[in-house]
């Protein structure tokens, strides 16, 4: 039984820096890569970026300049660092397993967390 | 960027009816790399297609998809009460941002 349990800071004011952490809980970390998406009312899910269990990563560009994810291995855990935070990234964050291609497909996300509520409000 | 656009927004079935919800590409896509997810209010999405066709692990037979190139489809053949949900579709590989949604196609009960 594969679960994914996130949690971090759910509000903050414009410019703090958003943290998050997902720990993956049964299945392999590293035969998976790991993955951040976004749901807000006015841009649906967004990818945010993505990780290899050794932190190998690819970013959003229209978020690059601003994020960051780390892995901790040893710990089954992958983290999400958004800085200097505006209104706009008022969303529901989630993280999720992504699948490496097989001969069936690949690239989809198969698990999913519960997802945060992260408001940023002065 | 690749633009997924699904149509229609809002599909308004009844429980038993047939449900066709569709995907356009902005561009051609590696269908290998499409999937469908249903998404509950208040709950993650959930993945339901894989390389465009494949149903997920205890996904049931009413759900089947198809499509290639640009165009793609969901089908859900006869309505139960847990699928009245929302609906995307996702597509991997093409373009930057690498990964990009559909906005979504509403099932609501009629």
Same mark, same amino acid.
């Given at each position: ?17 958003? +943290? =998050? ?9 590293? #035969?998976? %890569? ?6 807000? $009312? ?36 992958? +983290? =999400? ?9 008022? #969303?529901? %964050? ?6 490496? $291609? ?21 | ?110």
């Amino acid at each position: 039984q594969v679960q994914l349990q996130q949690w971090g800071a759910g509000l903050l004011k414009p410019s703090e820096t958003l +943290s =998050l952490t997902c720990a993956v809980h049964g299945g392999s970390f590293s #035969a998976y %890569y790991w993955v951040w998406i976004r749901q807000s $009312p006015g841009k649906g899910l967004e990818w945010i970026g993505e990780t290899t269990h050794r932190e190998s990563t690819n970013y959003n560009p229209s978020l690059e300049s601003r994020v960051s994810i780390t892995v901790d291995a040893s710990k089954n855990q992958f +983290s =999400l660092r958004l800085n200097s935070v505006i209104a706009a990234d008022t #969303a529901v %964050y989630y993280c999720a397993r992504g699948c490496y $291609p097989n001969d069936n497909g690949g690239n989809q996300l198969d698990y999913w967390g519960q997802g945060i509520l992260v408001t940023v409000s002065s | 960027e690749i633009v997924l656009t699904q149509s229609p927004g809002t599909l308004s079935l009844s429980p038993g009816e047939r449900a066709t919800l569709s995907c356009r590409a902005s561009q051609s896509v590696d269908s290998s790399y499409v999937a469908w997810y249903q998404q509950h209010p208040g709950q993650a999405p959930r993945l339901l297609i894989y390389g465009a066709s494949n149903r997920a692990t205890g996904i049931p037979y009413r759900f089947s998809g198809s499509g290639s190139g640009a165009d793609f489809t969901l089908t859900i053949s006869r309505l139960e009460p847990e699928d009245f949900a929302v609906y995307f579709c996702q597509q991997y590989g093409g373009g930057s941002p690498r990964r990009t949604f559909g906005q979504g196609t509403k099932v609501e009960i009629k």
